[in-house]
């Protein structure tokens, strides 16, 4: 699945979501878009944080790329916990030892993410 060379303002929750169910996810390239103001503010209530991109028990898998996206994040504008969340998600051995595979289960490379304001204290600083 590709995600790229799109613009996201204003959004709330998570924008690009990847739950895994601990199952592995390969060639997920989330690259070159633009994101302004994540807003969690109206989300709070319900519990629910805000998040670029959120991986969530991804457990193996290769070639996974978050690259190359621009999150701005007016301070009076927008409430997020984290930008990027990789939450109980990692590679296994398996993908590690593929010879054909991207040696990283997920690249996390080029990104540009300015300003910010937590709505919480519980975000892992992800941003």
């Not at 996201?8 to 924008?15: L, M, N, S, V």
């Not at 895994?20 to 997920?28: H, I």
């Not at 028990?57 to 916990?81: E, H, K």
């Amino acid at each position: 699945m590709r995600v790229t060379n799109n613009y996201f303002e204003g959004c709330g929750g998570k924008i690009i979501n990847v739950d895994g169910g601990l199952a592995s996810r390969s060639g997920l390239h989330i690259e070159f878009n633009s994101a302004l103001n994540m807003n969690a503010g109206a989300m709070q209530f319900y519990g629910l944080d805000s998040h670029f991109v959120s991986f969530t028990n991804v457990a193996g898998g290769y070639g996974n790329s978050i690259s190359y996206n621009r999150i701005l994040n007016d301070p009076v504008f927008s409430f997020t916990t984290d930008v990027f969340n990789t939450f109980q998600s990692g590679g296994n051995a398996v993908s590690q030892l593929d010879d054909d595979a991207d040696p990283n289960w997920l690249t996390i490379q080029g990104n540009i993410i300015l300003g910010g304001n937590y709505y919480n204290f519980w975000g892992s600083g992800g941003q």
